[in-house]
């Protein structure tokens, strides 16, 4: 199910000044996830800005988490990718060092005021604007298991060692911690590596750490646990030295390819194969569920769907069933 949360980014009758946080009681958070995208609509410039999910009830609100924006134009809805933890009955708050968001005084759920930057204060008592409303809104996911890539099937083709190649299907829901990464090969895999990328219109940028998985037997599912961060939406990518990985023709929201092992390396230019899909899939959690409550790291790993003996095996961390 997604997450919304906020009355709307609109262009309204008025505006609210700068160097007040300002929580709306408009349209709570519906259910346990992660917001992952902001829209704002400001008056004027805004600068030093900063978003949050609260939780509290009457006038005492506390910020669950909070995410520095920095600079946001105005004169029109704006979107920021994001990344807050949030659970049912969360409310949105805004502050901002200078500037004018568009606000409305009347016909709102009304905004909690209070002076100064409240966003990592603890519990706060707020004054109510009774009626009053901001342009601030944010979306999100209620799934806090992850995952990426496409199944790994037995496919009717293969890709050939020796390049590194990119799958545009199923970018990952959530900022990730990689946990588990499933493979279907053709043949015996030699050194393979996996990376995550974003896109840049024919450019990929792969991300800070690669994770090693060695060789990879052909013939069925192999499953090899790791531990690698991965951006929001980032997309999965292998390079192996030899071998065969399947693929299909078709099906797929394609596959880019480079020569060589990229996973390591600077931003560069791939070439597309439309419509293709490969057999390498990946799955893990969303690191700030923690922030969500007080949970044990047994049962983090157990709300997003995940064997406590991936960690064991990943990275000998040793935890209770």
Wanted: a negative charge.
């Amino acid at each position: 199910m997604a997450i919304d949360v906020g009355p709307g980014a609109t262009n309204r009758a008025t505006n609210k000044a700068a160097l007040s946080t300002m929580l709306t009681l408009t349209n709570p958070t519906n259910e346990t996830g992660c917001i992952t995208s902001v829209e704002l609509w400001f008056e004027s410039n805004a600068t030093g800005v900063i978003v949050g999910t609260f939780y509290g009830s009457g006038l005492q609100w506390t910020p669950r988490a909070a995410v520095a924006v920095g600079s946001v134009t105005s004169g029109a809805k704006r979107t920021i990718v994001v990344s807050l933890p949030t659970r049912p009955g969360d409310i949105l708050g805004v502050y901002y060092a200078t500037g004018t968001i568009d606000a409305a005084t009347s016909n709102g759920g009304g905004v909690l005021v209070l002076a100064g930057d409240q966003t990592a204060s603890g519990e706060q008592t707020y004054v109510l604007s009774d009626g009053h409303e901001v342009s601030i809104y944010a979306t999100g996911a209620s799934s806090l298991a992850v995952d990426g890539g496409s199944e790994a099937l037995d496919r009717a083709n293969y890709f050939v060692g020796g390049g590194t190649y990119i799958d545009l299907t199923n970018p990952t829901n959530l900022p990730a911690i990689l946990t588990s990464v499933q493979l279907w090969c053709n043949t015996a895999v030699v050194a393979a590596k996996l990376a995550t990328f974003s896109k840049n219109g024919t450019t990929f940028t792969p991300g800070a750490k690669v994770a090693a998985l060695g060789d990879i037997a052909a013939g069925s599912v192999q499953t090899v646990s790791v531990w690698l961060s991965a951006a929001l939406a980032a997309y999965v990518g292998l390079h192996w030295d030899s071998g065969y990985v399947d693929r299909s023709a078709t099906g797929g929201l394609g596959v880019w390819y480079k020569s060589g092992d990229n996973t390591g390396e600077a931003a560069g230019s791939y070439a597309e194969y439309t419509t293709m899909a490969m057999s390498v899939y990946v799955s893990g959690f969303w690191p700030q569920i923690a922030k969500l409550g007080a949970l044990s790291p047994g049962d983090v790993l157990k709300k997003c769907g995940i064997p406590i003996a991936n960690v064991h095996a990943a990275c000998g961390i040793h935890m209770a069933e």
